[in-house]
């Protein structure tokens, strides 16, 4: 057997004060003595990159290897979902939500229709309540499973893409399972579900729970003592804990800087106060910390939905929307029987129902944090403003700070970390 | 929690179990100052501006319903229209806050805003409206003043008009090349 050699530690500790550029925090400026030298080299990267998650443009200044300035510019996938939800009603409007996140489609789903919901001030049955809960968890073990994966692929871990995408299946599979869809599955509705949980759902997601932390576990001796994967994260994109809030950071980057703070806890929405679950938190702020923490919120999910089924699996029987003719759909088969039911349904999809003015922001702890929505209604059949908060956004916001005097190399395995998507960042 | 001694607060309003509080803009930098260092509201969550421009015209908006509920088929409510409460100005912005180390609490910070006039930068308080505000310039055209990079955010640099506006007209964009150019 050979022998394990020891290497010194790369660990940089985690900084003191704040390191955000200054006057513009997102754009890291080159230095002036070294503007005018021939030694910087400026370089388009993206917006079509392979190794870009999305198309994000980052206009970088290399002195060698080393980046000494940034500029990140978005807008390529802008897509003007806040501006076509002004123009559909509240019922069609959910679709666009889940596309905006096309990774974390669920929770976007949820914020949505828990807005529109504040707003009407309608109850929600319980079965939906928690039936919604097992979804989102899914979902954010949907979401860690392609950041995995991807950033490992990033990283040259092409194993770790293929594992993680089987799981990642699994989830699809349980979702087409209940929605008929494996992606956007608009199967939230304004009052609780769009149909009730099919039959067979329940052992195969037993299945999918009793396989998915096995499957966790292996990721892990997978990575975490990849001599490698340690190298290539290990203190670097560092981001302290007061340069983290200032820079609205969010979800596991946030708690990955030190940060004790997960809204399902602090703030909690759904069932999220019923059920147990610990919040991991580390105190490195790099790399390797933030896919620590995901990887420990994938057996956090996994808890959480364990804890649905067992509430879900008593529920048989029990009304899955609420008995709101005015905003929920009637069942399909009264509509050849009823002629209420028939007005009903044609005002609802026709008109779309109306929601009492007012403006409320929600928001939900998505896979990559803090996913708010304001939404401004007069009365009407339709939204008048829909303003999606995305983590996202923000994260992207500290690219500056968190890749300054790091090797390119590095900046994909930093950039990575934060975990964004462009569809959320454009809309 | 009291905000009535903060600066320049118009108005505190309190719907849907969110606070409001409404600011006179000359002196958002300061009363956002204030909220930061005196209330703890650590982080900016998000900024939202909103264009009321044609809010509550008859036949586009407005409430049908009893003041009691939704019930917008009942016989005796039919017809009965309540229209939305007009608004002091044209643009609302909206400052989503959040003292994320005292707890939970939550409040938004409302500026109302005219067309053309400009409303002052706050990334000195919080680092993180840097591109918020600029999205809020390049979505609805309401300018930063003090920005250090005020730029479009998110549409092309030579783009015209500010597609969140109201009245950016619907129905697509001319389409290069087409044969009708």
Redesign the interface.
């Known amino acids: 057997m050979m022998a394990v050699t020891q290497r010194p530690p790369t660990q940089d500790p985690i900084y003191d004060g704040t390191r955000i550029p200054s006057p513009i925090p997102t754009v890291l400026q080159l230095d002036p003595s070294l503007r005018d030298t021939d030694d910087i080299l400026t370089v388009n990267f993206g917006p079509n990159h392979p190794s870009m998650h999305g198309v994000l443009r980052l206009v970088l200044d290399l002195d060698g290897e080393v980046v000494v300035g940034v500029k990140a510019k978005v807008g390529y996938v802008h897509t003007g979902f806040e501006k076509n939800m002004e123009q559909k009603t509240w019922w069609k409007a959910i679709t666009y939500a889940p596309r905006i996140d096309y990774v974390s489609f669920q929770n976007n789903e949820l914020v949505f229709v828990l807005a529109v919901e504040k707003l009407l001030g309608i109850e929600i049955p319980p079965k939906a309540t928690w039936m919604r809960m097992l979804l989102c968890e899914l979902n954010r073990l949907h979401s860690h499973l392609v950041w995995l994966g991807t950033s490992a692929l990033e990283l040259g871990a092409i194993s770790m893409f293929w594992y993680t995408f089987r799981e990642r299946d699994l989830v699809l599979d349980l979702s087409e399972m209940v929605a008929g869809y494996r992606m956007h599955t608009r199967y939230f509705q304004t009052g609780g579900l769009a149909e009730d949980i099919p039959p067979g759902f329940y052992p195969e997601c037993r299945k999918f729970v009793e396989w998915m932390p096995k499957a966790i576990d292996d990721y892990d001796a997978l990575l975490r003592k990849n001599e490698i994967w340690e190298e290539r994260t290990q203190g670097l994109g560092l981001l302290s804990r007061a340069d983290a809030i200032a820079l609205g950071q969010t979800g596991p980057v946030l708690r990955a800087s030190g940060v004790d703070w997960d809204l399902r806890r602090d703030d909690p929405y759904l069932f999220y106060d019923r059920v147990g679950f610990n919040v991991p938190v580390l105190p490195n702020g790099d790399t390797y910390d933030r896919y620590r923490i995901r990887i420990e919120e994938m057996r956090t999910s996994v808890e959480i939905v364990e804890q649905c089924l067992d509430r879900l699996e008593r529920m048989e029987g029990e009304p899955w929307t609420a008995d709101d003719r005015k905003v929920v759909l009637p069942p399909r088969e009264e509509l050849h029987t009823s002629m209420e039911s028939l007005i009903h349904h044609f005002k609802i999809v026709t008109e779309g129902y109306r929601v009492p003015e007012g403006e409320v922001y929600v928001a939900v702890e998505s896979p990559r944090g803090e996913l708010g929505c304001y939404v401004v209604s007069d009365g009407g059949p339709r939204p008048w403003r829909v303003k999606f908060r995305a983590p996202s956004f923000a994260a992207l916001e500290a690219t500056a700070t968190v890749v300054q005097h790091h090797y390119v190399a590095d900046l994909i395995a930093v950039v990575g970390s934060l975990d964004t998507v462009m569809g959320e960042v454009d809309r | 929690m009291a905000f009535s001694g903060l600066a320049g607060l118009v108005e505190e309003k309190s719907?849907?179990g969110?606070t409001?509080l409404v600011v006179d803009l000359p002196r958002l930098v300061e009363a956002c100052t204030a909220l930061r260092d005196e209330h703890g509201f650590?982080?900016?969550?998000?900024i939202?501006a909103?264009?009321?421009l044609g809010?509550?015209s008859p036949g586009?908006?407005?409430?049908?319903?009893t003041a009691q509920g939704?019930?917008?088929?009942h016989p005796m409510t039919q017809g009965f229209q309540?229209?939305?409460?007009p608004k002091p100005k044209r643009f609302a912005v909206?400052y989503?806050l959040r003292a994320?180390?005292r707890?939970?609490p939550?409040v938004?910070v409302q500026v109302w805003v005219d067309d053309g006039e400009s409303v002052p930068t706050v990334?000195e308080i919080?680092?993180?409206a840097?591109?918020?505000e600029r999205e809020v310039w390049d979505?609805m055209g309401i300018e930063v003043e003090g920005h250090?990079?005020h730029e479009r955010?998110?549409?092309?640099e030579d783009w015209e008009g500010h597609?969140?506006r109201k009245d950016?007209p619907?129905g697509g964009e001319p389409v290069r090349f087409s044969g009708e150019e």
């Open positions: 719907a849907y969110e409001t650590d982080m900016l969550v998000d939202a909103t264009d009321y809010w509550g586009v908006s407005g409430y049908i319903g939704r019930n917008l088929n309540v229209l939305p409460a909206n989503q994320i180390q707890g939970a939550r938004r990334v919080w680092p993180t840097d591109w918020f979505m250090p990079l955010l998110i549409m092309d597609p969140l950016y619907l």
